[in-house]
């Protein structure tokens, strides 16, 4: 590969690194910690796919549980709506035959991430069920609310299957993880 080519290429590789940092930071709210200190960028005798990987698993390393619990534990996932008006975000998730006491809704900046699970159904009578369409087990749901400006307590209901997660808009709004309590 020509120099020029591989100064671009090395360039684009180092932008889109760039811009995988600064993602981590908008989800976590903390700045990524630099690969190698004595590293300023991609070094020339290095492979462009083995240095893209390495650092991508870095990044994702330092999301630890972030991401990688969430994906783990879900058996499925409800289908999700975001709506926004000029005051609040209104998010949807359908879980039908999941209780309330089921779900845990937790904000951290502009990230919701919903848990919980829906129990198999039972039926009585000597029945053996003979095929089924319907997801059961654990779920996990996470949306980045891209508004600018949310309000710290988020207020959360259950009812019909819908879980409906409301935040309203307020200016300059930051805060660390927080619980939500699903009525």
């Known amino acids: 590969m020509p120099e020029t080519e591989q100064n671009t290429a090395t360039m684009e590789i180092d932008d889109t690194i760039g811009r995988i940092e600064t993602l981590y930071q908008t989800l976590t709210g903390r700045t990524a910690p630099p690969a190698d200190p004595a590293s300023g960028g991609m070094p020339p005798e290095k492979d462009p796919v083995q240095h893209i990987e390495d650092q991508l698993n870095r990044l994702l390393g330092l999301f630890g549980n972030f991401g990688q619990s969430v994906a783990r534990a879900a058996a499925w996932m409800p289908p999700i709506s975001v709506w926004e008006s000029d005051q609040e975000v209104l998010v949807c998730l359908d879980v039908p035959g999941v209780r309330r006491d089921d779900v845990e809704l937790v904000r951290q900046g502009r990230t919701l991430t919903v848990r919980g699970k829906r129990p198999a159904a039972v039926v009585d009578g000597g029945f ?15 949306v980045f609310v891209a508004s600018s400006a949310l309000a710290s307590d988020p207020t959360a209901e259950l009812k019909n299957g819908v879980l409906e997660i409301r935040i309203k808009k307020e200016p300059n709004a930051t805060g660390g ?7």
Not at 128 to 142: S, V, W, Y
Not at 177 to 183: E, F, H, I, L, Y
Request: glycine share 10%; hydrophobic share 25%.
């Open 128 to 142: 053996q069920l003979r095929g089924n369409e319907c997801a059961t087990g654990p779920f996990a749901r996470t």
């Open 177 to 183: 993880p927080k619980t939500v309590r699903v009525n």
